[in-house]
């Protein structure tokens, strides 16, 4: 156990020594203080504020990253969240030119590991001008991003009285998908409208109505279980 960034860390591991090493590693984290976070691991000027809690699980076998798997996620239910790089790219592909002035206050998203592949599950991000939901595969190291963003201003839910199926053409500008391609310092945003309620944008609206419970049957599955205990049944097992 150990103090970071006025949080407090934890974490347990096994290791294995054979013909080659076997090893599974489950952290947590909770309350980091992302302003403390950003000052050290971030560009200056970057702006973050509020309590984060984390988790991350992970096993593999020698030092082939093949062979590694996991899964986590990162919540930050109340804070600022401002000029990140990735976010930059999403807000000037928007046309917001202020990007300073716009933050997001809320985040939340899960992910796997397969190999060097980290699998985006979900990744929401909620503001008050408007609200992000992304999902996609990117690569450890930062390349290969492929990752789909849907856009939802928070006027949307004034406008439309329900959740459709189908959205009226004259709707549709208030619902975008912006697609995220390259690596990490080097991504390139395109978007396109959304004339179809999808699956992701149509829980995204119903999260942001407060229809919806954060803990819903559909979200993914967390790491760990009730007894804080590594979800392991998708994992090969070799411990006990």
């Known amino acids: 156990q150990a103090q970071f960034f006025g949080g407090d860390v934890g974490m347990e591991a096994r ?3 054979g013909s080659f090493l076997r090893y599974e590693l489950k952290l947590n984290a909770s309350r980091i203080q992302l302003e403390e976070f950003g000052k050290q691991n971030l560009e200056p000027g970057t702006r973050l504020s509020g309590l984060a809690a984390a988790n991350l699980y992970l096993r593999g076998q020698g030092a082939d990253v093949n062979d590694l798997s996991g899964a986590g996620s990162v919540d930050v239910p109340n804070g ?4 990140l790089p990735l976010l930059l ?8 030119r202020k990007p300073g002035g716009t933050a997001f206050e809320e985040a939340r998203a899960n992910f796997t590991i397969r190999g060097p592949r980290i699998s985006v599950n979900r ?3 909620f503001g008050n001008s408007f609200s ?3 999902q996609g595969e990117m690569n450890l190291d930062g390349t290969d991003i492929n990752l789909d963003f849907y856009a939802v201003w928070a006027r949307t839910l004034q406008v439309l009285p329900s959740l459709f199926k189908e959205i009226p053409a004259a709707l549709s500008k208030y619902f975008l998908k912006i697609k995220m391609r390259g690596r990490l310092g080097a991504v390139q945003c395109t978007k396109e409208p959304v004339p179809v309620l999808v699956e992701p944008l149509k829980d995204l609206l119903e999260r942001m109505s407060g229809k919806k419970n954060p803990a819903d049957s559909t979200a993914p599955a967390p790491a760990y ?3 804080n205990a590594p979800r392991k049944a ?3 097992a070799f411990f006990g």
């Open 15 to 17: 290791l294995e020594f």
């Open 80 to 83: 600022r969240l401002y000029n």
């Open 89 to 96: 790219d999403l807000l000037k592909v928007l046309g917001l």
């Open 123 to 125: 990744l929401d991000l």
């Open 132 to 134: 992000l939901r992304g």
């Open 225 to 227: 279980g009730p007894d």
């Open 234 to 236: 998708p994992l090969p």
